[in-house]
DNA sequence: CAAAATTATTTCAAGTATAAAATATTCAGG
DNA sequence: CCTGAATATTTTATACTTGAAATAATTTTG
């Protein structure tokens, strides 16, 4: 058979196989494995159309609507990553001419970073493609599943934001 | 204020604040965000209670219902990892005592990881100090929020799964 | 205002992750 | 039984990620 001449896990996933188990545990390994499955499609898609990796395309969508530009900090804060990450990151969009990074004027600690002209109208391409797709996920699901859905995570978002400062 | 002394992102996240866009977009976004927070406290907790890590863990729990073992190739797909990453993570659990890895006496090209019994007991006191995390992530969400979301992510994931040949 | 605390970022070490190429072994035909 | 296709895993190169420690600049305060 043969699945796609690369190595490609992402594609099978038993869900754990979690056979008993409380209800909570089994919907946190199935929205894993849900949010795994697209990720894992969005990234090969970007790699496979435009030899981008996923962590690039998501700093270049935050900075798509900043037309200003953002803060690294307020950008990892974003990102939902570590400043560390961020440096490496923004240095090899910097190398490739997609990304601007300038000292804050006002607050010489600080760097802001922004979309260079490149960047910009490379994004807009990546970004019409990256829509095609994930709408292409989202094919079978009825729209009143999606506003459920949509509901319900901000809930769940929202409990697990909430109670964190367990023991 | 100082947060926790760590460089410490996961805590605020904006979702990206999609202002615009398609419904199924947002709901990516959110089903993401919401994974990410989730999977970060998780993580943080187990390191800081147990000093292991996520993807450890994530091994020791598939190998614990499996006490005959698993192949690699097995072990990667329910993983949803590559088979080359398998390699360094099984082998640090190796050295540290907690899996044995030993080759398959009906195939000579396939190893077969298994607990050890150290293994085995640390991880029944790791999975129980983690479910206990993950039922407080839950803690305001109601049992009819938790099964509708199972229904839905159902039919997400599996739309997601078959809709992946396109172009 | 100078020392102390805070904030913004980088550096570092270790681990995780992918995709592609390389190895080794098994299996299917001829 | 020998060869070529298929399978199981490892290796390699590169990139991502974290948490902690280090740097540097700003703000707070005694």
Redesign the pocket.
Known sequence: ??E???????SVDLEAVARGGKAELRLWLRLLSTA?IIS?RI??HL??KFDI????F?LMAQLDREPKGL??????RR??????????????LVQEGLVM?ET?P???????VRLSKAGKSKFAAYAKENERLVLSLFDDVEPEVVRALMGNLALLKASASRNAAER
Chains 1, 2 share one sequence.
């Open positions: 058979m043969s796609s001449a690369t190595d490609g896990a992402g795994n894992g990234r090969r790699r496979a990796t996923l962590p690039s998501d803060r690294l900090g307020e950008l990892s990102m939902m990553v570590t400043n560390g990450n961020l440096t490496g990151l923004v240095e090899r990074r804050d006002d607050d010489r600690r600080a760097f802001i």
